[in-house]
């Protein structure tokens, strides 16, 4: 196991109900609240009145950033700074999903910084102390709500780039699972294949001896594969909604991967695709992560064997077979649930592979199980049609 | 699952060598330090002199409190407010196990409370916000380096009483593996019984679909049994000090008991011995646990035969029965590792049992799985003997 620093100062409001307590967590921070919001999702749950309803009782003046879409454009998170500066903002709240609480870190990236925002992310020059951010989240995918990292797109240049700083955490984060049980049912499952793919790239790497950090790795995995069919079968099931929800916030709030290397080729790939596509992450990722796997086995083929075995248990003495049945495992559960594992079956062929490849490597190559350079990752997306 | 606030902002530094950061982590906080120390084992293996060159080097004036003990005092706390408070200390730096952190937080909740600190403990007066704490960890076992909580034995009333407050949150912990590695084989096993005691007190409760925090619990669990007879047959292992380790803070830092009941029956009861006898609160833990559990088992038969099916890999139809099965795996595990489970074993006999009974009941009944009354207690006490 590597050296490491965890450091995670976002306080957790976790349970039905709790939206309530935005008011008062809210006013800790000073009087102007900037809400960032989705593109309505939340007006017509009601959610949206009730927050607003609850931040006046407290007395609070609020200010709206709406249309933030998947994939979250930088020319919105432009907006923002501007709304911030012109009227003395104290806390930005991000009522949303990822894309939401992504584009409330970027503002705030971008407010102490003197140039453009999109600087930070395509030169990663350092960020520097911001404003608050708050959060009630509203779909269990990102893990944005309890980590300092954000993905923006910028469609002018075709780029979906990533930024993190300890400065970015949000100050509190609101899990009320009541807020993500209207999620459409292709959604919810898109988010589940997100929380599952970022335990893989934390989990399949090549550092050995961290093994509290497997086991806590694969009890996220068997969670969500135990909780995921009594979802589908009653969306309304506030229970399975609560553990995945909080499953989606440990798989990315930093402790199943201290002391490890991670890879996150896959999400570069993904966001590769769908920087060109604009399909949703979760779908992508479902899509690239068993051919990056099969493509990457080799290299670690006993992890593979550790996933087989304890998150499937499956047995098997050789180490790379018994690996190739536990990624044909997650392919099946993925099938299973609706899920497709194949870019034909969405539609897209094989006219801007070369694009993609290009746009993944852009900084070099990319992962840690294998480096992967231009030609491997359009090994990956040939695999994935 | 019960609704639950998360909040844990201690900055874990973990690592082979990371005790060299302890001047550049403690001057974030100001220029006086008190150092708070055990009985000497850290001067007999340089780690005394290591720590005050490396303040030194960053200009730091340096006090001193020795003489932590086992099962810590509140007479020492009381003089360690005193130096304080006519000192102008900016930070205090427990450099030790469990009970120099307890000791450091017992002296900072003092501090700012105007009477006596035992009151804190006593009537559970509330704690106010005080000076900052960092530590340098040397066994694994409290859990007390990231968390708010702290246990401190009261001699002339013979009590052992606890406090929790947000505010007792170390700043800091240094946790440097390469410090634990000289820990003596048996203490080294204590410590373990106590990681292993922290999880069962939040994972055997009566909350359901609590799944993820279960999971996380048995992967504690699983990865201390794989661990500790390597530990055993190594005591140098370095890769097997900072697994356990690394163990011990997450038995304890909340993440496996948010939004769940708890139930620290046992802990109270071992505290009751150890206010008596002054044994090693690991070693009282792992003679009352098996017993507490044999005595509760029938009111929560599902949670310890998931503990057999998902820890021990045992498999079987009716709860009670593979429970019990499970139970005495535990059992096994423990006598394997020399560490005894009986208190006729360690010279424990009958005299002072109701004594015992009576203090851990002292603030009526304990527990959850079951309220345990006096006489439950005595029951289990017999039990165990």
Not at 11 to 35: C, H, P, Q, S, W
Not at 151 to 176: G, H, R, W
Not at 217 to 236: D, G, M, Q
């Amino acid at each position: 196991m590597n050296n490491f620093v965890y450091y995670n100062p976002t306080k957790i409001i976790f349970g039905v109900d709790t939206t309530n307590k935005v008011g008062k967590e809210a006013k800790n921070y000073g009087k102007r609240v900037l809400m960032i919001l989705g593109q309505g999702s939340i007006k017509k749950i009601g959610l949206y009145d009730k927050v607003i309803n609850i931040l006046k009782e407290e007395g609070l003046e609020i200010f709206e950033l709406e249309g933030v879409k998947p994939n979250p454009r930088v020319d919105l998170v432009r907006k923002g700074i501007k709304i911030v500066k012109e009227n003395n903002i104290d806390l930005l709240l991000a009522v949303g999903g990822g894309s939401v609480i992504d584009t409330a870190k970027a503002i705030a990236a971008g407010l102490s910084y003197d140039g453009d925002v999109w600087d930070l992310f395509k030169y990663r020059k350092p960020i520097k102390p911001t404003i608050p951010i708050g959060v009630i989240l509203t779909l269990a995918a990102t893990g944005s709500e309890m980590n300092g990292n954000a993905v923006i797109s910028n469609l002018e240049t075709q780029e979906k780039l990533a930024i993190s700083s300890s400065y970015l955490y949000p100050k509190f984060s609101i899990l009320d699972p009541k807020n993500t049980i209207t999620v459409p049912l292709n959604h919810t499952l898109y988010g589940i294949v997100d929380i599952l793919s970022h335990v893989f790239e934390q989990y399949f790497d090549k550092t050995d001896g961290a093994v509290l950090q497997d086991r806590f790795a694969e009890a996220i995995v068997k969670t969500v594969i135990e909780t995921t069919p009594k979802l589908i079968e009653n969306p309304e099931d506030i229970n399975a909604r609560s553990i995945i929800l909080w499953c989606g916030t440990n798989a990315l709030n930093g402790i199943i991967g201290v002391g490890k290397e991670h890879d996150w080729a896959s999400h570069a790939i993904e966001h590769a695709i769908s920087a060109i596509y604009d399909i949703s992450h979760g779908l992508g990722l479902a899509i690239i992560f068993p051919h990056w796997m099969k493509y990457v086995i080799d290299a670690i083929p006993h992890k593979f064997a550790q996933f087989a075995r304890n998150v499937w248990n499956i047995e098997g003495k050789e180490n790379f077979e018994l690996g190739l049945k536990g990624i044909d495992r997650l392919i099946e559960f993925y099938e299973s649930i609706g899920v497709p594992t194949k870019l034909s079956k969405i539609g897209i062929g094989e006219e801007k592979l070369e694009e993609m490849a290009e746009k993944a490597t852009i900084f070099g190559p990319i992962g840690t199980v294998k480096k992967l350079d231009k030609n491997d990752v359009l090994n990956i997306l040939k695999m994935s049609l």
